[in-house]
């Protein structure tokens, strides 16, 4: 009898692998657990505090433990700390594979191979934002279609004829505006921070639309921290004791010229010191020294443009590095290196908003478009051409022919200005750090304190002749002008109506003007008069009907709105922090912070 056959046996299907569930924060999907809790939980909201107050004796041994040089009284000091409240995510609680990868940081192994890292060290709004890649338009196509200058040869001439009139010598008579002269150099280095434009051109018409845009449209300081330690670690020296994450930028050298910088309290020449780390880092050749480019080593090639934005981005690389002292000095458990960005960024943002903002636009203006601007985190936005090209460029006004930069150099040209943040000047001459106490109101005694020009159609002179470029590039009135127009920006008028606010007559707008520049304006069947170009417009606006010292109904506007709209659509940012933001770092007024006082925290008031 044949033996029944068995059935194979069935081998047993291998388990499904567990995935790993994402979670998902401020639109940002990660299968990182504890990155929502990094992000949404900061150690410093409104109200924060330690649950165990350190004393100033215990401050004081952690300062001289770390051998740490604080820039502010040990009282203040010991309050900053005692306003840090304990780390959401302590270091012992991130993933092994992560804190293995911190441990490879230091400079002794420098292992990035494999490496395994907290999203927070990098940029996150381009992987959760809509359309943040682009510009765009505040105003309707119906707007602009009705009110725009039309893209031809005459309207071309004209401006031309226009912007050589804004920047002739001899213009710039009127008295200087309230806004101390640092606030022209601030708005540059915040224009760095939020656009980046290089492919628009001049010479044809161009839908804004198709414009990419290089920088975030947020104020996350990704000019300043780049595309972070894990990616650009050349821009940042990493602890080779202490604490792991406690990351603080390279800073640059000077070259020996004599004293220079701040002369502090003493308040004469004879307080100055020869500076040595006033720079910003370049690229060195040792080899061949004289053969150097000097190229900055930063995260915007654009804030080494001139001696004061290259001098502001220095400061702000040392207000980074204050602020990981104050993390060390309050103990603080977690990652240091993001709670530093995150208040170094989030007092950043409280400055522009309530020190630059309310001057620039007026505190009315900035408040109603906090209380109106709605914009959801993560809502679609184009960056527009409107603000860009046009309003935000009324800083181009304030810039002076000439500063006082340092006890040094009292009467220095905008030309050396821009003459000494190149070769063979570089790196920047020790006799050349500029005092910022002559910019900013930081109670430090000095000669002059420089005040901004008022915001108005006059440029200064050296704006005529821009250093390395040529043609329409060099005039920069020309190419403000055309840039507005190529890229079919609406009148001021237009804008006006956009706003439902009563637009500038011809008579506003020529008010004060001397005769040439009326001329052009009548030039062409007036055509400049009925459809003002934005910029100008913004300028004029200025002038006339806010004295010089803050923008216009219209301009005012344009700012403040797309400030508050990046601010608002960040989940990131100071306005979407729960239970709310105030600043803790050491400030003049208990409970605000001034751009004066972030160059006080960071250090480059004193010698």
């Known amino acids: 009898m044949a033996s029944k056959s068995r059935a194979p046996s069935k081998t047993p299907r291998a388990a499904k692998p567990k995935s790993v569930p994402a979670f998902t924060v401020n639109g940002i999907e990660s299968p990182q657990p504890f990155l929502a809790v990094q992000l949404s939980d900061p150690a410093t909201p409104s109200g924060a505090a330690r649950k165990a107050a350190m004393s100033p004796e215990e401050v004081s041994a952690r300062v001289r433990e770390f051998n740490l040089k604080p820039t502010v009284s040990e009282e203040q000091l010991c309050d900053a700390v005692n306003s840090i409240s304990d780390a959401a995510v302590p270091i012992v609680e991130l993933p092994e594979d992560i804190r293995e990868t911190i441990a490879t940081l230091k400079p002794a192994l420098r292992s990035f191979h494999g490496a395994k890292m907290s999203l927070a060290w990098f940029t996150l709004l381009p992987l959760a934002s809509p359309c943040a890649d682009k510009f765009g338009y505040m105003s309707s196509w119906l707007t602009r279609a009705a009110t725009r200058l039309q893209f ?7 401006l031309d004829t226009l912007g050589d009139l804004m920047a002739d010598p001899g213009r710039e008579t009127s008295p200087d505006s309230v806004n101390p002269a640092g606030f022209t150099y601030v708005g540059q280095f915040i224009d760095h921070d939020i656009t980046l434009d290089v492919s628009s051109p001049l ?14 449209p ?11 330690p894990a990616l650009q670690p050349f821009l940042y020296v990493f602890p080779s004791s202490g604490p792991s994450t406690a990351i603080k930028f390279e800073l640059g ?4 010229a004599g004293p220079g910088g701040p002369a502090g309290n003493v308040g004469d020449q004879s307080g100055m010191q020869v500076q040595t780390d006033f720079d910003v880092p370049r690229v060195h050749n040792p080899l061949n020294p004289g053969a150097s480019s000097n190229t900055a080593i930063i995260g915007d090639p654009r804030n080494d443009e001139n001696l004061i934005v290259t001098q502001f981005h220095h400061a702000m690389l040392r207000f980074h590095n204050q602020v990981v002292d104050l993390l060390v000095a309050a103990n603080f458990g977690g990652d240091i290196f993001t709670e530093a960005k995150r208040l170094v960024t989030h007092h950043y943002q409280w400055a522009v908003v309530y020190d630059f903002l309310t001057r620039i636009c007026g505190s009315a203006t900035v408040t109603n478009a906090i209380n109106t601007v709605n914009a959801p985190i993560n809502s679609p936005f184009r960056m527009p051409v409107e603000f860009a090209v046009a309003a935000y460029r009324f800083g181009h006004s304030m810039v002076r022919d000439n500063y006082w930069v340092s006890f040094r150099f009292p009467n220095a040209t905008m030309a050396q200005v821009f003459k000494f943040a190149r070769n063979p000047n570089l790196p920047v001459l020790s006799n050349w750090v500029v005092d910022f106490n002559a910019f900013f109101d930081t109670g430090v005694p ?5 005040k901004a020009r008022r915001i108005d159609s006059v440029l200064a002179s050296e704006l005529e002749n821009l250093p390395g470029f040529a043609g329409i590039m060099k005039v920069l009135a020309r190419r403000n002008l055309q840039r507005g127009l190529a890229l079919g920006l609406p009148s001021g008028q237009g804008m006006a109506k956009h706003f439902r606010v009563q637009p500038m007559t011809s008579a506003q707008l020529t008010q004060g003007l001397p005769a040439n520049e009326i001329a052009a304006l009548n030039a062409g069947g007036q055509v400049l008069l009925k459809k003002t170009p934005l910029w100008y417009y913004v300028l004029r606006e200025a002038a006339v009907l806010g004295g010089g010292d803050h923008l ?7 700012v403040a709105r797309t400030f508050v709209r990046m601010l608002k659509r960040d989940g990131n940012s100071f306005l979407n922090v729960i239970g ?6 050491p400030s003049k007024v208990s409970g605000t912070f001034t751009f004066a006082d972030l160059l006080i925290f960071a250090g480059v008031t004193q010698p």
């Open 203 to 216: 010479d044809a018409e161009t839908d804004a639309e198709t414009i990419h845009n290089m920088r975030t």
């Open 218 to 228: 947020a104020l996350d300081l990704d000019s300043l921290y780049g595309d972070g």
């Open 253 to 256: 050298t000077n070259r020996n």
């Open 446 to 450: 000095v000669p002059v304190n420089n």
């Open 580 to 585: 709310g933001f105030k600043p803790i770092l």
């Open 152 to 158: 031809t040869p005459a309207n071309q001439a004209l």
């Open 552 to 558: 216009g109904p219209v301009g005012g506007r344009i």
